[in-house]
């Protein structure tokens, strides 16, 4: 399963990128931006437009974590 290593909409917050302005400028839709607060998975179009305004590598903001037998029969 793949996990977000930190609050990714803290980070593009510290860059300058607050919600409106990802909202305004059409960077991000209100639906990723809403899977990012559940720390829901997102598109790779999106995760490559995080990269772009983070200046960032995929892997700098995901990580995989292996899941146990119980989480995979759920």
Known sequence: ML????DV????REKGFNTTRLRKEKLLAESTIQKLREKRPIA???????????????????????????QQTE
Do not use: H, S, V
Not at 3 to 6: D, V
Not at 9 to 12: D, G, K
């Open 3 to 6: 996990a977000y290593k930190f």
């Open 9 to 12: 909409l803290a980070a593009l």
């Open 44 to 70: 790779w179009q999106n995760i490559n437009e995080i990269c772009r305004m983070l200046d960032c590598q995929p892997g700098d903001f995901l990580e995989y974590i292996p899941e146990t037998e119980e």
